[in-house]
């Protein structure tokens, strides 16, 4: 997988600001960094953390920032102007997929467990005891638990969860937006009694005494996308070139990524104060996959907590945009129109971007735009083969 950079088209702009969140799955990002994979490809970029999604979003559609790694549904509901600015925007390199957690806090932990929670055995099992245990709950106050944006993966599999456990999410329970950072103080202040955020902050609340986790996104929908470099179309229409360079330096970051041997390297780098600024113990749960959803209790084996680059995870399939916007339009109570759903997805999710920086460094690619049918975990130990070598494709 090397190419020669001097062979590329110059890039149009090669001093570029990427904004990314105080996350694990921000590692692709960073770790382009530090390998000077940015630089290897004529760029010189500085990273940009931002405290919100919203404001990540609006400062790549106003031009403050290049590009960012954003929510994977962020593009699609930008583009049709929900949740606040509207503008076209563009992916063509998915960065992730999983990392979410679903956590309650420990008293709360504590009284689903004789309804049956077992969250390490399956994520149904704490959606039943809580369904149960509202059930005899003589409080008439709704829960509240918090997602990180109305249109997410975590509102999603946040909804996902509660409704295995016949739950409505807009009736049982009430649902808020916080900004990732702030889950865990609002956990222990009591402002939330739960929360569905990307890693590490559901191991920041179980290691300090704060939470437990209930569910994973491993769980609920494995090898869900997650985050996606996201750029506005008319960025991407005036800088094609340097959009490449940038798609390439990460698609590189991800294939190293997916060794697990570098890991513990990875949870060293994004440790640092100059982008997670979080102790290393806190990054390894998730990054190794020796996942722990309660204080003290034993690792769970989640290898694939986190995927950047195995199973083809770089892929903007079609078919994953549609379900995302099927669910977006849930959320708004609109039915799903087929044929808009199509045009917006094909506007949005540029497989033709991914499969010319693939071209480029000789890795293998899905011939299809949409993966073929069933549940995530067929659809990806499908895609998994995918991985045997670079004429492999599907």
């Known amino acids: 997988m090397t190419i020669d950079p001097a062979r590329l088209p110059q890039p149009e702009k090669s001093v570029l600001t990427v904004g990314y969140i105080r996350l694990t799955d921000s590692a692709p990002l960073v770790i382009a960094k530090e390998l000077s994979l940015f630089e290897r490809y004529g760029l010189d970029v500085t990273l940009q953390c931002e405290p919100s999604w919203a404001n990540l979003r609006d400062k790549v559609v106003v031009g403050v920032l290049d590009a960012a790694s954003l929510l994977a549904p962020l593009p699609l509901a930008t583009a049709m102007g929900v949740g606040g600015i509207r503008a076209d925007m563009v992916t063509g390199l998915v960065l992730s997929l999983n990392g979410n957690g679903i956590t309650m806090a420990n008293h709360l932990a504590r009284e689903l467990a004789p309804y049956g929670s077992n969250p390490t055995v399956s994520a149904a099992t704490s959606a039943q005891a809580l369904q149960a245990w ?18 997410s993966c975590h509102t999603f599999q946040l909804h996902a969860w509660l409704r295995r456990a016949d739950l409505d999410p807009e009736r049982d329970v009430k649902i808020i937006v916080l900004p990732p950072e702030q889950m865990v103080d609002s956990l222990a202040r009591g402002s939330i009694d739960g929360f569905c955020v990307g890693e590490p902050w559901n191991t920041v609340a179980v290691q300090q005494g704060v939470g437990s986790v209930l569910a994973t996104g491993y769980q609920i929908a494995n090898n869900a996308i997650e985050k996606v470099l996201g750029v506005t179309q008319k960025w991407h229409n005036d800088h094609p070139a340097t959009h490449l360079r940038l798609r390439l330096a990460l698609m590189q970051a991800c294939q190293w990524l997916a060794e697990h041997h570098n890991r513990m390297a990875a949870a060293d780098i994004l440790a640092r104060p100059e982008y997670l600024n979080l102790p290393e113990r806190q ?36 078919s994953s945009a549609e379900h995302l916007l099927q669910q977006c339009n849930a959320l708004l109570g609109r039915d799903s129109d087929r044929d808009q759903l199509k045009g917006l997805v094909q506007q949005t999710f540029r497989t033709d971007l991914y499969r010319e920086a693939a071209r480029n460094l000789n890795m293998a690619f899905p011939e299809s735009d949409y993966a073929p049918p069933g549940p995530h975990d067929s659809i990806w130990r499908l895609r998994s083969g995918l991985e045997m070598g670079p004429d492999r494709k599907l």
């Open 134 to 151: 509202l059930q005899q709950r003589k409080s008439d106050s709704a829960l509240t638990l918090a997602s990180t944006h109305t249109f």
């Open 283 to 318: 990054l390894l749960p998730s990054l190794s996959g020796r996942f722990q959803f309660i204080k003290g209790s034993a690792p769970v084996d989640m290898p694939h907590f986190h995927v950047f680059g195995r199973f083809q995870a770089g892929f903007p399939w079609r």
